[in-house]
């Protein structure tokens, strides 16, 4: 089956220690995104990548890294330098040459400091 | 930058009955698109119904509908014959069409049996 899948679904992670969190699609899409979403603040924008070897910051970039070498993978670092990132986060890949076209959503990834 | 509002943290509707989810978007461009997306206890995003902003005809799939305001900005979700598998956070979300998307804060929806 097609779709968006994300690893791990639950993430603990010591303060001081980077962590990846992997993002792959089979859905042959352009673009992927990189969401954070918190409690009563909707989904934040990270990062986002619309070709590959391309990436853009999104509206909280910072703390975060991405990379992608592959069209199918976008994998998404949480840095030490990240302040607060206990979060949910959602990966997502969207067609770009459709203009009419939604995102569709990996099932996320759970991260917590501990 | 494009903002979503969404100005109802929480609605509940009784089962069986109508409910309305509202959403408000600020742009200055006239070609745009909308959506509907519902996150259920599973934290699946999924999509509900879309409405590109240049067509005046509300979308429609199913028990759910819009109503697609353009002059005032406005994108409201109505859900009929509500069910239980209805409960949960619904997000809207607009995008230029070269743009990546904006999210609003969203609305957890109750049904009561």
């Known amino acids: 089956d097609g779709g968006i899948t994300q690893s791990p679904k639950y993430l603990f992670r010591k303060e001081g220690q980077n962590v990846t969190l992997s993002c792959e699609q089979n859905l042959n899409h352009d673009a992927m995104y990189w969401y954070r979403q918190d409690p009563g603040q909707g989904l934040r924008l990270i990062y986002y990548?619309?070709?590959?070897?391309?990436?853009q910051k999104g509206d909280i970039a910072e703390g975060y890294s991405v990379s992608r070498e592959k069209k199918e993978s976008f994998p998404l670092t949480v840095t030490s330098a990240q302040k607060n990132p206990t979060a949910f986060y959602l990966c997502?890949?969207?067609?770009?040459?459709?203009?009419?076209?939604?995102?569709?959503f990996g099932p996320g990834t759970r991260l917590t400091v501990l | 930058a494009q903002t979503v509002t969404q100005s109802q943290p929480e609605m509940s509707v009784q089962e069986a009955e109508t409910v309305t989810l509202s959403c408000t978007y600020d742009t200055s461009e006239s070609d745009y698109y909308l959506f509907w997306y519902k996150q259920p206890p599973s934290r699946q995003m999924i999509l509900v119904i879309r409405q590109e902003a240049y067509k005046q005809q509300n979308a429609t799939e199913n028990r759910f509908s819009v109503n697609f305001q353009k002059a005032a900005k406005s994108f409201s979700l109505k859900i009929s014959d509500s069910q239980l598998g209805d409960a949960a956070m619904y997000f809207c979300?607009?995008?230029?069409?070269?743009?990546?998307?904006?999210f609003g804060a969203g609305t957890r929806l109750t049904v009561k049996p």
């Open positions: 997502a890949s969207m067609e770009w040459t459709g203009r009419y076209n939604e995102q569709f």
């Open positions: 990548s619309q070709i590959v070897n391309d990436f």
């Open positions: 979300a607009y995008r230029r069409s070269s743009d990546d998307m904006r």
